[in-house]
């Protein structure tokens, strides 16, 4: 008796796609997604290429040219040293995105394994890291964000830092929360059945399956952290000066937001684009990955 | 590994597993819920063990148990002359190559991030079975044994039916050539002309592969066909135990009789002999005292309600626990005729061109 010939043929009305090809199309028809990941790219090309693109040196002083308005030559202005701000602007999107990444990047790497650790462990380990994260939570993320970074000292990379650490226990409730969830799924058994060790069943079994939310939150959160670095550099704790970040540039404008408003107008407008670009394909992404939606 | 023909390849003895229900304010447990309670059972080589019972009688946890996939809170498993219990987890994981599991549901037993291809060669790969470079040849063997293509590797579960599924997870499972399969209701949720296919699948395979089956089931047609033994159980505890033609055709416990009363069969005037249960399952919680089933037992006395009763041999391989079974009288006379299936029975001819 043969297995194959006991069966029927199967029969294949199957697509090949795979879930990233989904997710991809998904999005492709959201176009609040689409011209935001654009804006994004395009964000990100002009901070990588700073140097050819600024038509000044960002830092260069000139005292002839102080609190200039917009013109032919200077199309964002100058500041009250004489700075060229679209090349700041530009210059500043460096310090500003990479704030952004890098300190969401700290908090996944922190955040993931801890709220992996948590949710499948479960018992102490678990009330250990929830109960610390409850405690982060329950002060306000600035607040946090500004104490770290006053204790770290003033540099762009301790306000990374800072913002990482802030923005953490965030992504430990959630991956801590998928966790438990997906845990309980008939799957992970079956990993456990075959004969998969702890890590391996967390790493290559419940990850994957938590990676979607992750994905999300931390677009979401990218945007979160670009305001954050702003905040930290408008007080001075984050880039220093004369090197110049969005917020940076915010902070030396307050002065004289009656009688040179373009100062604040332009870094306002780099971050007000950036946050929603973020936060728009963060929305997209959300309903793209779920399975729920068409 | 050698093979032992005379010993069992499996024992469980006392298996029992309490979960805790309640816990008052400082987390100490108040109530417990003894989901498996006492079992002993034996496997030998090649053969398949039926357990039956209602939703809740603890059937999943006990195969559960028999792997360790939850830990007993008392008894002894001892497979392949290993004590189960005893082993490290390491020593687990390598004994896990032994012993599989097949789910009742295979919408979810199939992780969806994963191709058919990388479910099927991660157990190849966490036991050595082959060199990494035959793994692909092995992935597409193992398809074509459960009856799908090996161009179906480079597919995601959600892309297949439920029956195909199913074979998907007999292939993950007979991936690593192990002794056991816990089979936890394979069928239930196939319709009815898939079902016949999966269990002829199962039925090669065992004879292919020498496979020993634990077959959990409510369905007890399906039971029938598919297993050499079986077990009835009530409420966390092993009824009745003895061949399936036995059991079947001449069944000592009340509750086996009311299991196999419950059978509908195509013969109305059959309805006036038999008398239905009455009541509902009892809560686990607070199980009746002594006989599990004294409450809705027809044949009760007092005896039933202050011992357990110990499982009696009837025959030289059928047990029974109960006390009255020597008073019981023996049949019913439509019972015998009504278990076998005929639309299953003809489906699994159809599909079957030997």
Not at chain 1, 179 to 186: C, V
Not at chain 2, 32 to 54: N, S
Not at chain 2, 290 to 304: I, K, L, N, S
Request: with cysteine; glycine share 6%; charged share 20%.
């Amino acid at each position: 008796m043969s297995t194959q010939a006991s069966t029927p043929m199967v029969s294949s009305p199957l697509t090949l796609e795979s879930p990233g090809a989904r997710a991809w199309r998904r999005l492709k028809a959201r176009p609040s997604a689409l011209v935001a990941l654009a804006v994004i790219i395009l964000l990100i090309l002009m901070a990588v290429f700073a140097p050819m693109i600024a038509p000044y040196d960002p830092i260069k002083q000139n005292y002839l040219l102080v609190r200039k308005a917009p013109s032919w030559l200077h199309w964002m202005g100058t500041d009250e040293v004489g700075r060229d701000l679209l090349a700041r602007v530009i210059w500043g999107a460096r310090a500003s995105l990479s704030a952004g990444m890098i300190s969401v990047g700290i908090a996944l790497l922190i955040g993931v394994p801890l709220g992996l650790m948590a949710g499948y462990r479960g018992g102490w380990t678990d009330a250990l890291i929830s109960r610390f994260t409850d405690a982060m939570l329950a002060c306000p993320f600035l607040i946090l964000a500004i104490a770290l970074a006053a204790f770290l000292g003033p540099s762009l990379g301790n306000a990374m830092i800072a913002i990482g650490i802030t923005a953490t226990p965030i992504f430990v409730r959630l991956t801590r929360g998928q966790t438990l969830a997906i845990k309980t799924e008939d799957y992970i058994e079956a990993a456990r059945a075959v004969g998969n060790p702890v890590h391996r069943i967390a790493l290559r079994h419940i990850l994957p399956n938590v990676l979607p939310s992750l994905l999300v939150q931390a677009t979401l959160t990218v945007a979160t952290a670009i305001i954050a670095e702003a905040s930290l550099s408008f007080l001075g704790l984050g880039q220093q000066p004369p090197l110049p970040s969005w917020g940076s540039m915010l902070n030396s404008a307050q002065r004289f937001l009656t009688n040179a408003p373009w100062m604040a107008v332009w870094p306002g407008l780099a971050i007000f684009v950036s946050v929603i670009c973020f936060n728009l394909l963060g929305d997209g992404l959300r309903d793209a990955l779920d399975p729920r939606s068409k | 590994m050698t093979q032992h023909p005379v010993a069992p390849l499996l024992k469980v003895e006392g298996l029992g597993k309490s979960f805790v229900a309640k816990r008052n304010f400082f987390g100490r447990p108040t109530a417990t819920v003894r989901a498996v309670d006492g079992i002993d059972l034996e496997l030998k080589p090649r053969e398949t063990l039926a357990i039956v019972g209602e939703s809740g009688c603890g059937k999943s946890t006990l195969g559960r148990l028999i792997l360790r996939l939850i830990e007993p809170s008392q008894g002894q498993v001892t497979f392949l002359e290993n004590d189960m219990l005893a082993l490290d987890p390491t020593a687990l994981r390598d004994m896990r190559r032994w012993a599989q599991l097949i789910f009742q549901d295979p919408f979810a037993s199939l992780n969806p991030r994963m191709t058919v291809g990388d479910l099927l060669s991660e157990p190849l790969m966490l036991h050595n079975i082959v060199p990494e470079t035959e793994r692909t040849a092995r992935v597409g063997k193992l398809l074509q044994q459960v009856g799908l293509k090996p161009e179906h590797a480079g597919r995601y579960p959600h892309e297949f039916s439920g029956g195909q599924r199913q074979r998907i997870a007999i292939a993950r499972a007979i991936a690593v050539e192990p002794q056991l399969i816990v089979c936890d209701e394979p069928v239930s949720a196939l319709d009815v002309s898939i079902r016949a296919q999966v269990l002829n699948l199962l039925k090669d395979l065992q004879a292919q592969l020498g496979l020993s089956y634990i077959f959990i089931s409510h369905d007890l047609s399906v039971v029938r066909h598919i297993a050499d033994r079986v077990a009835v159980m009530y409420l966390g505890r092993i009824v009745e135990t003895g061949p399936v033609t036995d059991v079947f055709d001449h069944p000592r416990h009340p509750y086996t009789r009311a299991l196999l009363d419950a059978i509908p069969v195509p013969t109305p005037h059959r309805m006036k002999e038999i008398v239905p249960l009455e009541g509902d399952v009892p809560s686990p919680l607070n199980p009746p005292s002594g006989c599990h089933f004294q409450t809705r037992c027809p044949f009760v006395v007092a005896r039933c309600a202050q011992e357990r009763p110990p499982m009696t041999l009837k025959t030289e391989t059928h047990s029974v626990a109960c006390w009255q079974h020597q008073s019981i009288p023996d049949d019913h006379q439509a019972r015998g005729k009504v278990d076998y299936d005929p639309r299953l029975e003809r489906l699994m001819q159809a599909f079957n061109p030997t």
